[in-house]
């Protein structure tokens, strides 16, 4: 039973869904497994444990951030013995590229993060995601007609308001699609343990046209998403 989280041994599947927002996690449960079950409600960030199609599937929430997403993470690796992880969130598009309610599949994470550099000693790391997961997801994603899909690099900032946003022109240049909060950190602790990890992130918002969807929007839809997640998990298992 680790601190944060709380489930008992054997409560947790080896495959988890990641979302930031608590009801989220909630949501997802509700909407997408069979006999779903509450494994923890340690400081309000729900964990829940049901099956799709057949397999068993956990749907953790983490908080926003990488400080908190790597408390979640590194106990679900160590604790639990999770063997992958794909985080299933919110993303700010940065190129007219994307449109809102858009897919980002993330094959990579840059990041103003110093969490890389305390790690590595000043060195620049480059976390990615795991290819097997990517390729199911893309294959996923492109089998739908409901949703239009990225595959390229995403930025996971530790500010949301930030208040040097002109800093990212040189990122977008250089391709990166969107904004978030938690990939890199994420990336790098599947790296450190020798497990799988990606990140679909659905757009809410728009950081060039200034478009957004609602709170209750990006707490209860976003579906594509979860079951490109979930697709995406079970054919690279």
Request: hydrophobic share 45%.
């Amino acid at each position: 039973m680790s601190i944060h989280i709380g489930a008992a041994p054997g409560q947790i599947a080896p495959t988890v869904l990641l979302p930031g927002d608590p009801l989220r996690a909630k949501w997802i449960a509700e909407t997408f497994l069979d006999d779903a079950t509450c494994y923890t409600e340690v400081r309000g960030m729900y964990g829940f444990t049901g099956t799709w199609q057949g397999t068993p599937v956990s749907v953790q929430g983490s908080g926003m951030g990488q400080p908190s997403m790597s408390i979640y993470v590194n106990e679900l690796f160590r604790e639990y013995d999770a063997q992958r992880i794909i985080r299933v969130g919110s993303c700010g598009a940065v190129t007219e590229q994307v449109a809102i309610r858009d897919v980002v599949i993330a094959s990579g994470a840059c990041t103003d993060s110093s969490l890389n550099r305390l790690r590595f000693h000043g060195l620049d790391y480059a976390p990615v995601a795991d290819f097997g997961l990517l390729r199911a997801a893309v294959d996923a994603a492109e089998a739908r007609d409901d949703v239009t899909s990225h595959v390229g690099l995403i930025f996971s900032g530790d500010t949301f308001y930030n208040p040097r946003e002109e800093l990212m022109a040189p990122m977008v240049a250089h391709g990166v699609l969107a904004l978030e909060m938690e990939a890199s950190a994420l990336y790098t602790l599947a790296a450190a343990y020798g497990r799988k990890a990606l990140a679909i992130c659905t757009v809410s918002d728009h950081i060039v046209t200034g478009e957004e969807t609602t709170s209750a929007e990006r707490e209860q839809t976003f579906g594509a998403m979860v079951d490109i997640a979930l697709s995406a998990a079970a054919a690279a298992g």
